[in-house]
């Protein structure tokens, strides 16, 4: 291969790439969001400044993707926690487990997102939709919401929608050392709700060392979201550099 084509390869192995070079669309991709209170301390300790904590509110969320150009069918499951830059309310992503290698090596590569992999899954029982996560064998986390008993009002859930995402991008060089360590910011904005509900929730977290949740214990359940929309994801900006 002429060194003048390497600008053409996406990503690697060159002959086969770990993702797609398509911008994701992602169709009824259906949100299932628990907000609920946790140990403010705790938040504090993994949300890094300038970002600011400004509740005891935490989001443990299960997204099943069905239908994403390039990426095809996969869950994700983790942990977002609402705060504040400049001013501006938004989440910071602090985890994401994620079933399909393509959509975490370039939610890595390309943006900022924090995944992993691990075995999210979504599914109705009866009448009831039960979202789990588990690590390797276990179980880390598990809830079950009434299936689809208040309609929520289209514009709150635009906004849910449309919250500002806070990112951290590390990336170290062949020494080790920190080569880029950065804030980054991305927002989704186009995007059409399909369905948007409230309905009671109940949500079960379990300790594990290289999945750790249960680290922001369940104090009071807040709220129970379930979302479907089809959008495309926004671009991450860097918005603060903390080498510089």
Request: proline share 7%; aromatic share 10%.
């Amino acid at each position: 291969m002429k060194k003048e084509n390497l600008k053409n390869i996406v990503t690697t192995p060159v002959n086969a790439p770990a993702f797609s070079p398509t911008n994701p669309f992602f169709k009824n991709r259906e949100y299932v969001n628990v907000m609920y209170e946790t140990d403010i301390e705790a938040l504090k300790r993994v949300v890094p400044e300038p970002l600011e904590v400004t509740s005891n509110l935490i989001k443990f969320e299960i997204i099943n993707m069905p239908d994403s150009t390039g990426l095809g069918s996969y869950m994700e499951a983790g942990q977002v926690i609402p705060v504040e830059y400049n001013g501006e309310q938004g989440e910071f992503y602090l985890s994401m487990y994620v079933n399909n290698q393509a959509a975490i090596t370039s939610g890595r590569e390309i943006a900022a997102f924090p995944k992993k992999s691990g075995q999210p899954n979504l599914y109705i029982d009866n009448d009831v939709l039960v979202g789990t996560l588990d690590y390797g064998s276990l179980r880390v986390a598990q809830t079950t919401m009434g299936y689809k008993h208040f309609p929520m009002d289209e514009e709150e859930a635009k906004n849910i929608i449309a919250q500002p995402q806070f990112m951290l991008k590390q990336m170290r060089d062949y020494n080790e050392e920190l080569e880029k360590s950065e804030l980054t910011r991305s927002q989704i904005t186009d995007f059409q709700i399909q369905e948007a509900y409230r309905s009671p929730v109940r949500l079960q977290l379990f300790e594990h060392v290289m999945a750790p949740l249960a680290d922001f214990p369940v104090r009071k359940i807040v709220d129970g979201q379930h979302i479907i929309a089809n959008l495309y994801l926004g671009r991450p900006k860097k918005i603060y550099d903390y080498l510089n």
